[in-house]
């Protein structure tokens, strides 16, 4: 914002006519607007549907294990788990930090779980993503949204990776979402074995605007 504020000046001390200086913060109105626009749409509205095409791909059968790294106030975790039944478990790992996101607290996400009826279904842990507490291959699915790259070293990001992969079982599928990184974490996946696909999100999951876009990266660990 201060680098944005400094540039707005400079057609005023550059000798700019008022008709440029009114079409230049006409302009930087416009793509504050746009942007505040942009992260409004996504966090209300636009994650939502991006996370249910992802999970609709998934063709879940309803009796899976599902594991949720960093998975916050519980918006993939609460989505996936509406699409299990009895049968099957949506476990959220996180460390409740509300540096990571506002109002992140494990109370939080259990009363929302309840809120939308699934509370049989799903589980909270607090867990590191570098040291996951479960068995090797003790999931069916892995997902994360927006959560390893507060991970501050590359080095860690690549053992939380390294970690989601273990706990899934041969023929797991694996489900990424983030705003940095995601081409380190395809390098990390397939030195690991796995032959990772990644795409953009699209609009729908741009945080303020195409600066801010979210990537996706899935694979599924061999037989």
Request: charged fraction near 20%; aromatic fraction near 6%.
């Amino acid at each position: 914002m201060l680098g944005l504020g400094a540039a707005a000046v400079v057609p005023a001390v550059t000798g700019f006519p008022v008709r440029a200086l009114r079409a230049w913060w006409a302009l930087m109105a416009a793509l504050l607007l746009g942007s505040a626009a942009s992260y409004l749409y996504t966090t209300r509205r636009g994650k939502f549907a991006v996370w249910a095409d992802v999970l609709d791909e998934l063709g879940l059968r309803g009796d899976e294990q599902v594991l949720d790294l960093g998975c916050g106030r519980g918006a993939v975790l609460l989505a996936a788990a509406q699409r299990l039944h009895a049968g099957g478990r949506a476990v959220g790992v996180d460390l409740w930090r509300s540096v990571d996101q506002s109002g992140n607290l494990e109370a939080a996400t259990a009363a929302n779980a309840r809120a939308e009826g699934v509370a049989d279904r799903v589980e909270l842990r607090t867990a590191d993503l570098t040291d996951l507490p479960f068995r090797d291959g003790e999931f069916d699915v892995v997902l994360s949204s927006l959560a390893i790259h507060n991970i501050p070293t590359a080095d860690g990001r690549a053992s939380a990776v390294a970690e989601a992969v273990r706990v899934l079982r041969p023929g797991g599928r694996l489900a990424i979402a983030d705003i940095q990184h995601v081409p380190a974490y395809a390098d990390q996946l397939r030195h690991l074995g796995l032959a990772p696909q990644v795409r953009p999100l699209g609009p729908r999951a741009w945080y303020g605007g195409p600066w801010m876009a979210t990537s996706l990266v899935t694979a599924t660990r061999p037989a």
